[in-house]
């Protein structure tokens, strides 16, 4: 198979996914329109959905760096040139800026993150397949996450729609600029490569937990916002 038919095959379930209504579940379980939730309880449960897939990207980061990767190559991946690839977003850092930013770019970062991970997630998925002693928990850990994340990704553009009046938007993959993955890399390339991957994703998941928290305090008083 070629690469190409290969990430077919295994984003075929996230593609179909993107022409169905976004869905949520009411507080019995139940599936419903997350068009019929409303925006404060929907900005509360995707919130939820960023903290968990923060957490639990950290517990996979701390899970493979103590399995996989030696403690003198921790402070080496830098060094070898692998940096995270996506774009930069800073945190605001001043009560200044954070009244000068909007929502609306807020609500986008949060979901240029979100789209901008889908596709390297998955391929997370099919290198840890290859690691012979790769705990089940790492694996699911990072499965769990991926599917996370397109929940996450709904909910995003459900909010945009709420909030900003745009009835526009829609699902879509952003890309990050990423160098291609090599299929059968050395063993400590692909080591080093993985690591960098789960410490930039936890680096991108904690922006999109602080800009959620940060919207959802805008909400109630734009001018006492602050973060710590």
């Not at 080093?192 to 922006?207: G, I, P, Q």
């Not at 800009?211 to 001018?223: G, H, N, P, S, W």
Request: contains cysteine.
């Amino acid at each position: 198979l070629t690469r190409s038919v290969v990430w077919a095959v295994l984003l075929w379930p996230c593609l179909v996914s993107l022409g169905v209504p976004l869905e949520c579940k009411d507080e019995q379980g139940n599936i419903i329109p997350c068009a019929s939730i409303s925006k404060e309880k929907l900005l509360d449960r995707v919130i939820q959905h960023a903290e968990l897939i923060y957490r639990v990207s950290e517990e996979s980061c701390t899970l493979f760096e103590e399995m996989f990767v030696p403690f003198p190559m921790r402070s080496q991946r830098n060094q070898a040139g692998y940096t995270c690839a996506t774009k930069a977003f800073p945190i605001p850092g001043s009560k200044s800026e954070i009244q000068q930013i909007s929502d609306k770019w807020l609500l986008h970062s949060v979901l240029i993150l979100v789209q901008s991970w889908i596709e390297p997630l998955v391929y997370l998925q099919t290198t840890l397949d290859r690691y012979d002693d790769a705990p089940d928990t790492l694996l699911k850990k990072t499965k769990w996450v991926s599917e996370k994340l397109l929940s996450l990704e709904q909910g995003v553009v459900v909010l945009i729609r709420k909030m900003l009046d745009d009835d526009m938007l829609t699902t879509s993959y952003y890309k990050q600029g990423v160098a291609p993955y090599d299929l059968q890399p050395e063993v400590l390339e692909s080591v080093l490569r993985d690591y960098t991957l789960l410490s930039c994703f936890k680096k991108d998941a904690h922006k999109m937990e602080t800009f959620l928290k940060l919207l959802k305090c805008r909400q109630t008083d734009k001018y006492s916002c602050f973060l710590r």
